[in-house]
């Protein structure tokens, strides 16, 4: 990277850092009477805070969750008199959690809340097949914001389940990860001097993602501080769900350009263990897998990647015993400031964005490494690419030059990627912030949240769900003609028509890409209508294949 691009860089970090907001609690002042009796709150104080402090914020969570909303809001400024002028951080946990709206264009909704800049996509793939995903964003009067989000239907819908507010800086990272029963959420924090200076944890129900506190009682943990001439910049999590594993990994990036290296036995879990590693050249675009079907004698346990200060992508990875060694390096121009790696069995992965192409690295054993890049316009202003390894394929997503988001993949066994697929819908995908790709275990079926450009009214950056099974072809030229889908009392009845005589197919999936109904059959041209037979209310998709082309419609049935 060029000194002008360096600087350039730490400039936006730097302004993009502080800035004066509302005081805290102005989310809990503007909720309507429903929604204060739907909050119940804790509240965040940085450590080192006197016990009258502590006891202040307990009677105001008290005066709050009993019911005295005004006697609550009248405290919130002697608390932040007596912090020093440091602003209450306030924690929300949605006793009946806010359903995602829908709104009038595909795919799904994850959250409607606006200027969403991280994403960070989970799934209990091993049990409940459970989704979280949580969004870091500026909210009102530039106050930072997180919030937690959850799906119980394979992301068919989505709810607010908890939302943290009163940063008065942006927060630098967001990162989340399942292991157990629990999904453990670490965030960056700090104080307004000392702006993502701390790292805090918590954790939430995978059962029915509500919030949970830590062994000690308490409901968040701030596990970390850096020294002052030092910040967090970005974070990556890993976790196994393997219960004969049962710990949480965490690499984070600092502002010095070193890496730190946390764990967490989460049968004590407020009890991380931290190691700097002997890297200290990372930019950014930090990512880190765990290798969930790794061979018998393969020491290789976690891998990590980041772009460098020296234009390199670097894959680091930690061996059997705790030993970590540099795996492979690369020179590249980056844009986007992203990397991502994945692991399976013998072979590793990483994707990153070079001199405005999507690319990759891939090894299989000890053979040498290849280099390539995923089909679908990769030749222009093309990044923040995201990779996965499980269920069968490796999963690649990226944004291409006409800011549409592509998803393709490939099997373990194969070399070629399969044809690449939209998942954008109508919203197209913002430049700057990764998608997250993740297999939703089941199936070949893989999913991925991501964050939408500005919309012309206004609002910006929603966050999405789509999923492999039923993204769009690529070709322009699709639809083979109208389609119209009414439900009756057994299914659904289509009208389509068809251009020319030939072979039709009409099938019906669920939400997951599976097939659940299907006809066949040769038909003339005109105007043609067929009853197709459904086993459950819910959200499908219909596929329509005639002459050649192919077209998908979104509908749901209720019976």
């Known amino acids: 990277m060029s000194k002008t691009h360096r600087i350039a860089f730490v400039l936006v970090l730097l302004l993009s850092t502080v800035w004066a907001g509302a005081p805290s609690w102005s989310i809990l002042e503007r909720l309507t009477p429903a929604e204060r009796g739907n909050a119940r709150i804790d509240i965040e104080l940085n450590r080192g805070q006197p016990e009258s402090v502590r006891a202040l914020a307990g009677r105001i969570e008290d005066f709050w969750n009993s019911g005295e909303y005004a006697a609550a809001l009248e405290l919130f400024p002697e608390l932040a008199e007596m912090t020093g002028g440091e602003q209450p951080v306030v924690g929300i946990a949605w006793r009946k959690p806010i359903p995602s709206p829908e709104l009038d264009f595909n795919p799904f909704t994850v959250s409607d809340r606006d200027s969403v800049y991280v994403v960070d996509f989970e799934i209990d793939w091993r049990l409940t097949r459970r989704f979280f995903c949580v969004l870091a964003l500026l909210g009102d009067d530039a106050v930072s914001r997180m919030s937690v989000n959850y799906s119980t239907d394979l992301g068919q819908t989505w709810s607010e389940v908890f939302i943290l507010s009163g940063y008065n800086y942006k927060l ?22 000392a702006p993502n200076h701390a790292l805090w944890c918590r954790q939430f129900l995978v059962s029915n993602g509500t919030p949970d506190t830590f062994l000690s009682g308490s409901t968040s943990d701030n596990f970390y501080n850096t020294p002052a001439r030092d910040t967090v910049r970005e974070l990556a999590m890993v976790s196994s769900q393997l219960p004969a594993n049962g710990t949480i990994y965490m690499l984070a990036l600092m502002a010095s350009d070193s890496l730190r290296y946390f764990t967490l036995p989460v049968t004590n879990d407020t009890a991380w263990r931290t190691l700097p590693l002997a890297w200290a050249d990372g930019l950014g675009g930090l990512d880190a897998c765990w290798n969930d079907d790794r061979l018998s004698g393969d020491t290789s346990l976690l891998f990590v990647s980041y772009l460098t200060t020296g234009d390199s992508v670097r894959i680091l990875r930690e061996i059997l015993g705790g030993g970590w060694e540099r795996y492979r390096s690369v020179h590249a121009l980056p844009r986007g400031y992203v990397t991502s790696v994945a692991a399976h069995r013998d072979t590793i992965i990483c994707a990153y964005s070079d001199d405005g192409r999507a690319r990759y690295q891939i090894r299989r054993g000890s053979g040498p490494w290849a280099v390539g890049e995923p089909p679908q316009d990769t030749t222009l202003d093309n990044t923040v690419p995201d990779v996965c390894a499980l269920g069968g394929y490796f999963h690649y997503v990226y944004r291409a030059s006409t800011s549409l988001g592509w998803y393709t993949r490939r099997p373990y066994s194969s070399y070629s990627w399969e044809a690449a697929r939209r998942f954008d819908g109508t919203f197209h995908v913002a430049y700057d912030i990764r998608p997250d790709v993740q297999w939703i275990g089941r199936g070949e079926t893989a999913g991925v949240v991501w964050v939408s450009l500005p919309s012309n009214a206004g609002r910006a950056r929603y966050a ?17 003609g109208r389609v119209q889908v009414a439900a009756n009392h057994n299914g659904v009845r289509v009208r389509y028509q068809v251009d020319q005589p030939g072979r039709v197919e009409l099938a019906v999936l669920d939400i997951t890409g599976r097939q659940v109904s299907r006809f066949s059959e040769w038909q003339p041209a005109g105007v043609q209508s067929r009853t197709m037979l459904l086993p459950d209310a819910g959200a499908y998709f219909l596929r329509l294949r005639a002459s050649g082309k192919e077209s998908v419609t979104k509908f749901t049935y209720c019976h």
């Open 464 to 480: 999405f769900f789509d999923y492999s099974g039923i993204a769009e072809s690529e070709n322009p030229d699709r639809v083979p």
């Open 172 to 193: 630098n990272d967001v990162a989340g990860r399942i292991m157990l029963s629990r999904y453990w959420l670490v965030y960056t924090g700090g104080t307004v001097s």
